[in-house]
């Protein structure tokens, strides 16, 4: 096989390492969030911003975040009607946040590039949620199906619609790679140090087998914000993806 007609390469990103690692900063309150980025001081540069600190004052919090040089990833996994989901993303474009979810359905993905337009947020497709297995998507109706033959076809139609960047779960990283090429950005949750805790997440690797199989960035919740030494944790976790 010539080196023209092989997989795409995983593209690393230039610049500081720090930001391949995302911090899901998933606590109850602005609080307690603005404490944690405070102790975990310069080994975080991006945090993630869910559900959970979101409706409890998070979208002001981005705005101080982004002010204080971090990058901020809203994880609002958006999915409503097209045009509902259009203005919802054009007014989330405004906030200056780096990356935006939404569910990786094509009118959804369509209408969200619409929204982004003329901003410099990039929208992230969640292809299968990281703590569903094949059984859990027929439980949720849908017909047998692997959840990486479900992760790789939506993968496939957002990289038609021009879409930024896949969530996946690490094992299907490298499918999703030649899938996408190297232009799109791969976010992987469900990632774990050795020995940590699974908790929820069905689909786990460690933090240099994720960055191996091909993610650009990690995002880490639990076993840093949970951690004795929340620094510690993600400076052990930088150390992880630099030996990678
Ligand atoms: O498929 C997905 C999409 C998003 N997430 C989010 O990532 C973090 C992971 O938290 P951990 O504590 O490290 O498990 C969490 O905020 C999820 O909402 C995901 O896990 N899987």
């Not at 975080?44 to 705005?63: D, H, S």
């Not at 998507?137 to 939506?154: D, M, Q, T």
């Not at 933090?207 to 993600?234: C, F, S, Y």
């Amino acid at each position: 096989m010539s080196a023209a007609m092989s997989l795409p390469t995983n593209p690393v990103p230039a610049g500081d390492i720090r930001d391949r690692l995302i911090i899901g900063l998933d606590v109850p309150s602005v609080d307690e969030a603005r404490a944690l980025v405070q102790r975990i001081g310069d080994a975080g540069t991006f945090y993630k911003i869910g559900y959970q600190l979101a409706y409890a004052g998070g979208l002001e919090f981005a705005r101080e975040l982004i002010d204080a040089g971090k990058k901020v990833f809203l994880d609002l996994k958006l999915h409503d009607i097209g045009n509902t989901v259009e203005e919802g993303v054009r007014s989330v474009a405004r906030l200056g946040a780096t990356f935006l979810t939404v569910h990786a359905y094509p009118q959804t993905m369509r209408a969200a590039m619409a929204g982004k337009a003329g901003s410099s947020l990039k929208i992230l497709a969640v292809t299968v949620l990281t703590s569903y297995d094949d059984a859990d998507l027929v439980e949720a109706g849908y017909a047998p199906v692997p959840a990486a033959e479900l992760v790789a076809r939506r993968a496939g139609q957002a990289r038609d619609l021009g879409v930024d960047g896949i969530v996946c779960a690490a094992p299907e990283a490298a499918r999703v790679r030649s899938i996408v090429g190297s232009d799109r950005l791969i976010v992987t949750p469900g990632i774990r140090p050795a020995g940590a805790d699974a908790g929820d997440q069905k689909r786990i690797v460690t933090p240099a087998e994720g960055i191996r199989l091909g993610a650009n960035h990690l995002v880490v919740a639990r076993p840093i914000v949970k951690a004795a030494d929340p620094r510690a944790a993600a400076e052990a976790i930088v150390r992880d993806i630099a030996a990678a």
